[in-house]
């Protein structure tokens, strides 16, 4: 063969090699790639289950004028923007609603659209717009178009959610953060959990816990708190401050802490004491006779002055973590615990906890808290047991962590509006303990609490009849208005439930089951388990409220009062 064609084949034959070679290579990285999912079909049927929501306020808009009574709003549920109120602007502006920056809140979701929903006010109305979003807006659990808000309404884009605020309605207290709710949702009454206990009743909802009546297999009745903790840096110290409850453990001032314990499917939880009667916060707000201020004070002296001397700070004395039982006994709950379920951190994004009663010290953040911080925040308890208001007050409008700002710095720097301009009855004496409870430098305040209960006159042999509870009227609940306007519901022992059988039967706003009334101790306890809702006094009830004597519950269209049943009053 000719040399020059044997290379010219040889050449060849190497080249259709080289060709083949790489094709196979080709073939095979593409068949190892992994097929491409086609994304998810937006869900568009049902509402979607709703979570903590990110959202934020949209960055380029400046923030808008201070809020009044007349401006409605609607208020953040959960997420960053939890409490907050985000104002309608009057017309032609209202608010705008989704994803992109241009909207007035910018929402951070993924199920968000761009431009999602809009409200506008139209007349004295106020007009929700969904803006031909992909997933929909959802008014109480029910898809909108253009819907008029009602106040009270439950708005829900994406996984955000907000409540509408109107004109000259009361601003209603902000709710449990989410996080706990959600745990309250896991957990139901009357079943079982961690094996031994059956959950009876829902007490409350903290920042990082809830609150169960729960019963063990020996039948005893005890409190439950389950924490909502994931980090195990906080679940390890949790151990180690759960055993300061053993300490206090007892004491007839101290809700004993039985146990910490850890469930079967991983929740840390406190077996406590159950105690029967209320927080202090359900009875501020009601006057307080001065004898009663005393007692209530004394006694939490006693609680406090026991623990400082175990070296035991409280550090979240507050309405919410005194129990007041059904006889005037007083108990002080979260001891050591509080330091970590809520003690006030603010970081760089999010503001925790309540700084409503944080004593100078701890709101600079000094390293050495002392009894007298615990004797400060009980200052602020008092002072809003004689006046019905807080000492100091974060304002209420604008951006929320300069609001928790400007009231720290409210109690580092400023002195209190003296109790007795508020209100004139608060004699000089509990007015100079008030104030001294409150000095901003710890040594001039107390010494021990057992100083501040003597000072305030306090003496325990009075305790059971400083708070006397009035005797159980018999009573009952009439329909004032509504179709079933004059109809009367005598309240019994055993729980009453009200839903739609009684108050309408054509009205689909009331649900079946929608709202359950029980005897607690010595007062009638309302709790909502409707899909709408259910108002007392104006307020929006959230899981469950202590009724006063002549409460006015809202349902539906139907409105109640709570009465004395004929010849009781
Ligand atoms: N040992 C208890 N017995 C009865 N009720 C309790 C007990 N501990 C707490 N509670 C109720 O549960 C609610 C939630 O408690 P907690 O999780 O400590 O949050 P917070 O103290 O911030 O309200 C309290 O406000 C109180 O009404
Ligand atoms: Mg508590």
């Known amino acids: 063969m000719d040399p020059v064609a044997l290379i010219v084949l040889v050449v060849f034959v190497v080249l259709v090699g080289l060709v083949l070679l790489a094709g196979l290579i080709l073939v095979v990285a593409l068949a190892r790639r992994k097929p491409v999912k086609p994304p998810p079909a937006p869900s568009i049927s049902a509402a979607p289950k709703v979570s903590p929501i990110p959202c934020a306020p949209s960055p380029s808009r400046p923030s808008p004028p201070p809020l009044t009574s007349h401006t409605p709003y609607l208020l953040a549920e959960g997420g960053s923007l939890h409490g907050q109120p985000l104002r309608i602007q009057p017309a032609p502006g209202g608010l705008t609603l989704g994803r992109g920056p241009d909207n007035d809140v910018v929402l951070d979701s993924m199920m968000a659209s761009r431009h999602h929903a809009q409200v506008m006010p139209e007349g004295a109305q106020y007009v929700l717009y969904d803006r031909d979003s992909t997933n929909g807006t959802y008014v109480n659990d029910q898809r909108v178009y253009r819907h008029t808000l009602a106040p009270g309404d439950r708005v829900q884009i994406g996984d955000c959610v907000f409540t509408f605020v109107a004109p000259g309605q009361p601003v209603p207290k902000p709710s449990a953060p989410f996080a706990s709710r959600d745990l309250a949702q896991q957990y139901h009454v009357r079943t079982t959990f961690d094996k031994e206990y059956e959950l009876l009743e829902l007490l409350g909802c903290g ?5 169960y009546k729960a019963q063990d297999t020996a039948g005893q009745i005890v409190a439950i708190k389950i924490l909502d903790v994931t980090d195990e840096w906080v679940r390890t110290k949790f151990i180690q401050e759960g055993k300061i409850g053993e300490v206090l453990r007892g004491h007839p001032r101290i809700c004993s802490v039985l146990e910490l314990r850890r469930s079967s499917d991983g929740r840390l939880y406190l077996v406590e004491e159950y105690i029967e009667g209320v927080s202090l916060r359900k009875r501020i707000g009601a006057p307080m ?46 001891f050591g615990i509080a330091k970590l379920t809520s003690s006030v951190t603010i970081t760089k994004d999010r503001i925790v906890g309540t700084p409503e009663y944080i004593s100078p010290e701890q709101a600079r953040g000094d390293e050495q808290i002392k009894p007298a911080s615990d004797i400060y925040s009980l200052g602020v308890v008092l002072y809003e047991m004689l006046t019905g208001r807080l000492p100091f007050d974060r304002p209420r409008s604008g951006e929320e962590r300069e609001a928790w700002y400007t009231l720290i710095r409210q109690h580092i720097k400023e002195a209190p509006t003296p109790p007795s301009r508020l209100t004139p009855s608060v004699t000089p004496h509990l007015e100079r303990v008030v104030l001294r409870a409150l000095e901003k430098e710890s040594s001039k305040r107390f010494a021990t609490a057992a ?17 006397p509870e009035p005797a159980l009227q018999a009573m009952q609940l009439v329909v004032v208005e509504g179709t079933a306007a004059g109809k009367t519901m005598p309240l019994a022992e055993t729980d009453v439930e009200i839903g739609r ?6 009205n689909l706003m009331i649900s079946r089951r929608h709202a359950i009334l029980s005897r607690r101790g010595q007062a009638w306890w309302l709790k909502d388990i409707s899909r709408n809702g259910t108002w ?18 809202e349902i539906g269209g139907a409105k109640l009062r709570l009465m004395p049943q004929p010849g009781e009053a």
């Open 207 to 211: 920042g990082m816990s809830v609150v």
């Open 289 to 334: 006779s001065p004898d009663q201020v005393t007692s209530v004070t004394g006694q939490v002296c006693e609680a406090l002055h026991f623990a400082h001397q175990h070296n035991i700070v409280h550090r979240d004395i507050k309405p919410e973590n005194i129990m007041i039982g059904s006889d005037g006994m007083v108990k002080v709950t979260d």
């Open 451 to 467: 100083e501040m209960a003597q000072a305030i006159g306090y003496d325990s042999s009075t305790v059971r009849r400083a708070v």
């Open 501 to 506: 059988t009684q108050l309408d039967p054509t």
């Open 536 to 553: 007392v006094n104006g307020q929006r009830v959230y899981d469950q409220v202590p009724l006063d004597g002549d409460a006015l519950i």
